[in-house]
């Protein structure tokens, strides 16, 4: 099975910026898109970007234009380029594979924490 770690959490104040890490480890030749997820305090897990093997991104609209995904050549290692952060971006943020069944996935790393906060 493929494992992820994530890193690059941290507390920043409003309007900050982080870049998170993706570490994937394992065989990766049949996964097709990549994700980045958060956890919100009191809210379910939601996606936050995609990324395909061909390249293509996709983003929910609260994070459009403030944030950017990205990934290695290899499909090793993954980032999150977060920037003009609010409050409400505070969240534990996962990496993981994407698929449309993503809600049904039992596997999740320990995600890093990122708390925007004045």
């Known amino acids: 099975q493929v494992q992820f770690v994530e890193s690059g959490g941290g507390l920043v104040q409003p309007g900050g910026s982080l870049r998170l890490s993706c570490a994937a480890s394992g065989s990766l030749f049949s996964i097709y898109a990549l994700g980045w997820y958060r956890h919100c305090p009191g809210k379910q897990r939601e996606l936050v970007a995609t990324?395909?093997?061909?390249?293509?991104?996709n983003y929910a609209d609260s994070v459009k234009g403030r944030f950017t995904i990205s990934r290695t050549n290899a499909k090793n290692t993954m980032y999150l380029q977060m920037n003009s952060l609010k409050p409400d971006d505070t969240a534990v943020y996962y990496c993981n594979e994407f698929h449309s069944n993503w809600v049904a996935y039992d596997y999740w790393g320990q995600g890093t924490q990122v708390t925007v906060s004045s």
């Open positions: 990324i395909t093997i061909g390249g293509i991104t």
